[in-house]
């Protein structure tokens, strides 16, 4: 069954640190993996998309790596801000169609003062 | 304004009454989804069309059924609501990249 796993579920940092959020999955074959950034009550937002021949993208003080070797990515975030805090949701797409996206049960951030 | 806009934002109902949400987008996209959200899982698929005369199935769609009225218009109905159908739903165009809507907070009592 093809899967995405997080990790860790939930994480807090003070502000102006870094962190790293982890991503596995099992999807094959591999289409793209996307990071979204969700905050709380509202709809996810598109934060970074890679294909199968990229190893890193960045945007912004995000940059999302990938290893298609290993089946990981992550998400390395800079200088955290309290904005930050939110959940950020791994998604692999799959196959030729748009409707097969996995998504991951996400990553809890929060950036405290 | 959003370019992808979903009403109500908010809905209390009652077990066995019918249910429908609205999505709209301007995005000029053909492809849109439905997903659905619950506490502590990734959100699944309800329902996706790829454009007017097409309407596909997604891994929960039991329960629900959709309407693609035009292009630009995807509702998402919930024929006789019931407690576990309690959720955020959210709807989302594509290109490569999805636009995803707010979200609607759905309760049924």
């Known amino acids: 069954k093809n899967q995405v796993e997080q990790s860790p579920q939930s994480l807090i940092i003070l502000e102006g640190k870094n962190c790293t959020l982890q991503c596995n999955y099992t999807v094959s074959p591999f289409s793209n993996l996307r990071w979204y950034k969700q905050d709380t009550g509202r709809g996810p937002v598109s934060l970074t998309i890679?294909?199968?021949?990229?190893n890193t993208k960045s945007n912004g003080r995000y940059t999302a790596t990938l290893d298609a070797d290993t089946k990981q990515s992550s998400l390395h975030i800079t200088a955290s801000q309290l904005s930050d805090s939110a959940s950020y949701i791994c998604?692999?797409?799959?196959?030729?169609?748009?409707?097969?996206?996995?998504f991951g049960k996400g990553t809890k951030l929060s950036v405290k003062p | 304004d959003a370019d992808v806009t979903q009403t109500p934002r908010n809905r209390i109902t009652k077990t066995g009454k019918r249910i429908m949400l609205e999505c709209s987008q301007t995005k000029g996209h053909d492809r849109m989804y439905w997903y659905r959200q619950d506490p502590g899982l990734g959100l699944r698929l309800i329902y996706y069309s790829f454009d007017v005369k097409d309407i596909n199935k997604g891994e929960i769609s039991d329960g629900y059924s959709v309407s693609r009225q035009a292009q630009a218009k995807f509702s998402l109905s919930l024929e006789s609501a019931i407690p576990n159908q309690t959720a955020l739903y959210f709807c989302?165009?594509?290109?490569?990249?999805?636009?995803f809507g707010p979200g609607t907070r759905l309760t049924v009592l």
């Open positions: 890679m294909t199968f021949s990229e």
């Open positions: 998604v692999e797409t799959y196959g030729g169609s748009q409707g097969n996206l996995i």
């Open positions: 989302a165009t594509t290109d490569n990249e999805q636009f």
